[in-house]
């Protein structure tokens, strides 16, 4: 019997999950009315239908993406995967216990049962299948066979994943705001917060006081903070080589950049911008002004001594555009053997034929003309590629 054949079975059980919040707050020190609230909102529902199974959402996007190259094509063609996401996707699929949503996990599971599993969400705080690890689960088996038993076992893989997303100062300080963008992304960081807010307020009780929030912290940057002193940060943080998008939104790339940082530089390691973080990146000097770290004289041919990949894969595609431009000129497609870069080059094409079918219906006509613009195309990409590589390491936004 399939796993998926196993969770259609049913018999999860719906139970108390207090005492697990319990030991949890207890654990880690943050109050156990914080996690019920985050718990009802994030949850969306119950775990289970009447029939005992596990809530589920597959997600052909997600599906497509953990698919093996030699069965997206397919998968595309069946309407079983999507390249992206998109309302269209959920079409046919009904509403929370629909049959049609198992029917379609079933189907996957039958082209193949990991991507399957990956790729839906379960229970009620519709957990991804590919989060098992952080979940503190070895395998994604484990993982929703673990899920389909009881409410107990959902609520302490959600708890586990907060924990081992780094959120434990965060549950203890009662930083909804930082919480919800981790788990939601940046979104409807303040929707989502405001009704944990309301929750909370409603749960409050003689036994439930409302966590007690750091003045300090708050007035921090930190996970889920925006607007432009959080982009000023990323620009500062980019200029010291800690390379992150500068959108103005304080997510887990620019923890992740605050933290090694702060690593780099001897500081308490928590990810917020407080007064030593600031003191520290304000006297920071860029990487490339460094003594002895200038980059100014380093060329392509350089990197490529070093062993750069970027470049090593570039020359090949150089090579191959070099190939492509000589046979289209000499006018002899029909007569070679297509094998090499050569290959690389016919497949190139095979891939843009199968999205551009009206536009490659000239391709088909001028064989030699389009292997010479294919060609000039290729040897453009790959210089444009070196040339992007080499401004990077000039910036230190590579290390090698």
């Not at 979104?187 to 309301?198: D, T």
């Amino acid at each position: 019997m399939s796993i998926v054949e196993q969770l259609m079975e049913g018999g999860g059980k719906t139970i108390d999950v207090t005492p697990v919040l319990k030991e949890f707050s207890d654990r880690i020190g943050c109050d156990i009315a914080l996690l019920q609230a985050i718990l009802e909102v994030e949850s969306n529902g119950a775990d289970y239908d009447s029939q005992g199974r596990l809530i589920i959402l597959p997600e052909k996007h997600i599906f497509y993406r953990k698919l093996p190259k030699s069965l997206k094509t397919k998968a595309l063609a069946s309407g079983l995967a999507a390249r992206s996401w998109s309302k269209s996707n959920y079409k046919g699929l009904g509403a929370k216990g629909d049959d049609r949503r198992w029917a379609l996990l079933s189907k996957w599971s039958k082209v193949d049962e990991q991507a399957a599993l990956l790729s839906a969400s379960y229970a009620a705080p519709q957990i991804m299948g590919f989060n098992y690890k952080i979940c503190g689960f070895s395998s994604v088996t484990d993982f929703v066979l673990a899920l389909s038993k009881s409410s107990e076992q959902t609520s302490s893989a959600f708890l586990a994943y907060l924990e081992n997303c780094g959120l434990a100062d965060e549950l203890r300080d009662g930083d909804v705001p930082a919480i919800v963008r981790r788990y939601n992304g940046s979104g409807q960081v303040e929707a989502y917060s405001a009704r944990i807010y309301r929750v909370l307020e409603e749960l409050k009780s003689d036994h439930a006081e409302k966590p007690k929030k750091s003045p300090t912290r708050f007035s921090m940057l930190r996970l889920g903070s925006k607007g432009y002193r959080v982009k000023a940060l990323q620009q500062k943080l980019c200029e010291l080589g800690y390379h992150v998008q500068p959108d103005g939104d304080f997510g887990p790339a620019t923890r992740r950049s605050i933290v090694a940082f702060q690593i780099d530089n001897g500081l308490k390691t928590d990810g917020l911008v407080g007064t030593k973080t600031q003191a520290a990146l304000d006297r920071a000097v860029p990487i490339g002004q460094q003594p002895g770290n200038s980059r100014s004289d380093l060329s392509v041919k350089d990197l490529r001594k070093q062993g750069s990949q970027t470049v090593k894969q570039a020359d090949h595609l150089t090579l191959g555009g070099l190939m492509a431009l000589l046979f289209g000129s000499a006018g002899e497609l029909s007569n070679v053997q297509t094998d090499g870069w050569l290959s690389f080059v016919s497949n190139l094409i095979g891939e843009a034929k199968s999205r551009l079918g009206p536009v490659f219906s000239f391709v088909d006509d001028h064989r030699t003309a389009s292997l010479i613009l294919a060609g000039l195309f290729l040897v453009y990409v790959a210089h444009r590629i070196k040339q992007r590589r080499l401004s990077d390491a000039k910036e230190w936004r590579h290390v090698g």
